[in-house]
């Protein structure tokens, strides 16, 4: 299809969308371009990790009348009848809501399980029960574990490294059952180490780039787990938005389907810093020689990772709008703008 025919479908036909985990950043990226598109979207978060002020910016952000569209229900997805009754409403749902990190599944394996596994199984069976067209939920680049292959391709997975990832691959084969014994149509997002404007900087779960982000903004040094030469492919958030949408409304049999969502190429963390302290660098002079600090790399971290994006592109017309380095630019000036305002 490709992503502008699927703009321009989305202005054809309005739709009603659930999104959980709306007030994350990818959940509240989604909002975002769903309200600008005209579309009816209703947004789910029990704020255990997203902020109210996601969802106020995302909104504005969106433009005149956004704010009639969007309709905001505060609920956690393992509430099951709180699901079924937004589900009620929705043609598609957008599954976000997540708890993410690796040390954060390390350290709560089963609070990291009630959210992951118990809040998916209970959203599929809202989406079962309503008769919703189609389920896009939010899988991980983690589920390839320990399989050495780059880049990585759907069919080839190892074993799951992190309480996290196991969280994500059995959220895969519920959905491949859920398929199976129900026709539901439901596609899985691998996510490539997304990153972009409204990702949380702070507490000890943050993730790499808003967290250097934020040091290197406050005058203070990065710290890297490792040796710093471990790569990963990084996907600017807008990327994510692109590939949900074409997931939801891409014709075609997608019954327990999965796909790669990156930019199919690969930095190292040592790379990744200096491209960051590079652009903030070029406002403050006095950072541009800053080096981080180096502690041990942390368990259940992969050493590398790079997405195959053949099956989404061929499949679904996905291509990246934005690379790493665009993406990085684009992250860096939100965060400036919003500590200078």
Known sequence: MGYQDA?????????????????????SALVEELCRRGQRVIGVDNFATGYRENLTDAVAAAGPGAGERFEFVEADICDAAAMNEVAAKADIVLHQAALGSV???????AGTHRANVDGFVNVALAC????????????????????????KTEAEIGTPLSPYAATKRIDEVYAS?????????????????????????EGPYAAVIPRWIGALLDGERCTVFGDGEQSRDFCYVDNAVQANIL????????RSAVFNVGCGERITLRELYAHIRGHIAASRPSLAAVEPVFEPERPGDIRHSQASIEAIRHELGYRPALAVGDGLAETVAWFSARRSS
């Open 128 to 151: 079962k029960e309503n008769g919703v067209d189609r389920l896009v939920y939010a899988s991980s680049s983690s589920v390839y574990g320990d399989h050495p292959k780059l880049p």
């Open 7 to 27: 703009i321009l479908a989305l202005g054809e036909r309005t739709r009603t969308w659930l999104v959980t985990g709306a007030a994350g950043f990818i959940g």
């Open 177 to 201: 059952v859920f398929a199976q014994s129900y026709g539901m149509e439901i596609v899985g997002l691998r996510y490539f180490n997304v990153f972009g404007r409204r990702q949380d900087p």
């Open 247 to 254: 997931a939801a409304i891409t014709d075609g049999d997608f």
């Open 103 to 109: 040390p954060r599944s390390m350290e709560d394996p």
